[in-house]
């Protein structure tokens, strides 16, 4: 630092520097000065955390419950559309046929379907098949062993040609309208639904989110305005020896701002509690059903931008108070 | 260095602080001003502080009408200003040096120039070995000692001091006032309010008297005989 400092310290020279030249030096004069009373509130402002170590650990932890909330809820969401997305996709019609038809019986039926101008591909499951799949997903494998017959329908699935209407294909209404088939299973209608939940997540959390962040900057600017308060004769000793107002503000943005990067680092630390306790029964869920998803956590860009936004809240929340402070302080 | 045109100053109350108070203060001027408790004599001060605006008349500071001076322009004002208080105001969180380099630190002085200057005033006001301690463990006379240095440490062209003395014994006192009589000597203009009469006296410097807001009379002591 004082090297840094160093070549201002300079004596004058002897003869008056020319006009440009000295201009320069006081504008690196200046940027160090600038840069002095930057490390002055930052650092008095971390010695004012740390001289009311319990209140600022309580506020600190306050914030970071504050910012967990909404942070859990995203995680939430964001797993659970990553989830459906997959299904998004889906467009089969799954055909669950009478029990009482056969083998040949049922392929008949698909032979009829693959001939239909907006059918793609008909898959058939045979009864046998779909016990096996049933044995292995399912976990009543013994339970299964126990019964004399194969309970299961004999099933297939058709997919449909892209286009038209999605929510109810007229082929949707012959495969319902056909007595062999005893029930017809299409997802599309169940994903609107989906969609339709996750639309209404996705709005609750901008709206948590925005209600935690207003508290956040209730919180962060109540306990910079109490601090202010408790320092007023500081501050009227220094508006009386010339500091500016921007000098009298800077520690308390800066203590804004540790308040808003602690709180948001505590929300982190709270987030990652919360998913490594849930993270193994979670994963032992998903395992059951299927491989494909992994619950992901938050990411460096999310906890960044958490940070970040904590940050200026708190800077702005501390920005409000000591202006209105210094307005409502001044001489007449 | 200072001059009051017809300067009035009231109140909201309706009091009239001064009236009609005329003067000229030079460069490196002492001046004391006294009075009654309630005479103006703090007020007058902070009409040069610009801690209030006069209701009517001139103040020129430093060749500096203050009527033109915004309120954006205050804090620049009043770093030209070197202030010292009654109860010395020092900040209790902070050590010594600390509060004595604040107006350099207010002003962005480079750093390397703050300790230099720092422990110049200090050792100008005969503290220089307690720069480490917190004001709480100063003696009220090391304390005002330290207001000061605070108050010199930027070298300004003004000092003006509220009743410096008026928690000291009479021989703390005198060295106060002789600090600023050193001061006086090297070009800056002091003005002091103070009701002490006895110090008045010794120091045989020009004196202001108000008395119920007006400047009643405007002496410059003989040397005792």
Known sequence: MSAQAQPVKRPVPEKPAPSARRSRVSLRE??????????????????????????????????????????????????????????????????????????????????????????????????????????????????????????????LVVTPRPGGNLDAPPLLGDLKADARVDLVQYDAAWRRKLSGILRLGERLIVVVASLLALATLLVIGNTVRMDIQARSAEISVMQTIGASNGFIRRPFLYEGFWYGLLGALVALLIVGAVESSLAEPIRALIDSYSQRFALHGVDVAVAAALVAASAAIGWFGAYAVTTRHLVAGRPR | MIRFDNVTKRYQTGLDALAEVSFEIGTGEIVFVTGHSGAGKSTLLKLVSLAERPTRGQITVNERELARVRRSGIPQHRRGIGMVFQDHRLLTDRSVFDNVALPLLIAGTPRAEIGKRVRAALDKVGLLAREKASPVALSTGEQQRVGIARAIVAKPALIIADEPTGNLDPQLSLEIMNLFADFGAVGTTVLIAT???????????????????RLVDDFHPEPAA
């Open chain 2, 195 to 213: 009701h002490d009469l006895f110090l008045l006296k010794r120091m045989r410097r020009r004196v202001l008297v108000l008395d119920r807001g």
């Open chain 1, 30 to 155: 200046r940027l160090a000065a600038w840069r002095d009373q930057h490390f002055y509130g930052f650092f008095s402002s971390l010695g004012r955390l740390a001289a009311r170590p319990w209140a600022s650990v309580l506020t600190v932890f306050v914030l970071g419950f504050a910012l967990a909330l909404p942070l859990l809820f995203w995680l939430v969401y964001d797993n659970a559309r990553e989830l459906s997305g997959g299904m998004r996709e889906a467009r089969e019609i799954t055909a669950f046929l009478r029990p009482s038809l056969d083998a040949a019986e049922a392929s008949a039926l698909a032979s009829e379907l693959r001939k239909r101008v907006d059918v793609v591909d008909v898959v058939e499951r045979t009864p046998a098949q779909g016990l096996a799949e049933f044995r292995q997903l399912s976990g009543f494998a013994d339970a299964l062993d126990a019964l004399q017959d194969n309970p299961l329908p004999s099933v």
